[in-house]
């Protein structure tokens, strides 16, 4: 098995649950990622969270000891500006969401616009309030589309679990009656993109993560081998509970390398 997922000439990983905790790596990650840059491996470093830049998850991994270049992080926020340009060229959107967010937006083209745009786009954000909530609902409200960058309702943060988008945006879905579209997983569009970055076919290419319910079914969707790693959420016996399998089940990352 082991030998299989390394012969493999892509890899996709997750982060949260499978490269670290919080601010600490978990056990195996540095001898993964140096074999992964050893051997010169295509990878991408993959997270639902839309709310950092490329850059700085490159500054948090090396704050925790580990120098991947910035090429190899993807994030919603990219998936969600690419969808967008590729949907409506030169677009415009208003934004509740950070840095992360709103610089995918710009590199994409995508102006700022709390007039008449035709998106209102929620990511990840600290900075949530009534004022930004009530702008979202009248302009959905006059026509715009509702876009979230990805469906979770809760995330992992330093002070325990937070609301993330899924629970951002109901209320403007309950206020307006329509639903939001989601970029991030398990929406395999993500995958999708991440795998085109890496230019490898779907065959040579496997994907890690730690969620049965976003990780494993957005692989699986994508047609691409999945390895379910248990150092996160989902338990071994958990595993029971879904309809699908993944393709491999091991306890972390490190295990790869037995």
Not at 147 to 172: K, Q, R
Not at 236 to 246: A, G, T
Request: overall charge negative; proline content about 5%; glycine content about 8%.
């Amino acid at each position: 098995m082991y030998e299989k997922i390394r012969s493999k000439k892509g890899f996709i990983s997750d982060m949260d649950g499978v490269l670290y905790h919080g601010n600490n790596l978990l056990d195996g990650v540095p001898e993964f990622v140096n074999w992964l840059l050893e051997n010169e491996k295509e990878f991408i470093f993959l997270t639902n969270s839309s709310e950092r830049t490329p850059q700085e998850l490159r500054r948090k991994l090396k704050r925790m000891g580990l120098d991947v270049p910035v090429k190899h992080f993807y994030t919603s926020a990219l998936a969600t500006a690419e969808f967008l340009a590729n949907q409506k060229p030169g677009c415009s959107a208003y934004v509740i969401g950070e840095a992360g967010l709103l610089n995918a937006l710009y590199d994409e083209g995508i102006d700022m616009n709390d007039i008449n745009p035709e998106y209102v786009i929620v990511g990840d954000t600290r900075t949530y309030n009534f004022e930004k909530l009530e702008k979202a609902i009248a302009l959905v409200n006059k026509g715009a589309k509702l876009i979230g960058t990805n469906p979770d309702i809760t995330g992992p943060t330093e002070h325990g679990i937070m609301p993330a988008v899924g629970a951002l945006i109901a209320p403007i879905e309950i206020a307006t009656g329509k639903k939001a579209y989601f970029v991030g997983k398990p929406n395999p569009l993500m995958v999708r993109h991440a795998n085109k970055a890496l230019s490898c076919h779907t065959a040579e290419t496997v994907f890690i993560g730690d969620r049965m319910d976003t990780d494993v079914i957005s692989g699986l969707e994508s047609m691409i081998d999945t390895v379910l790693v248990l150092s996160g959420v989902t338990s071994r016996d958990m595993l029971d509970d879904f309809p699908y399998v993944p393709t491999y089940v091991m306890n972390g990352v490190g295990d790869i390398l037995k």
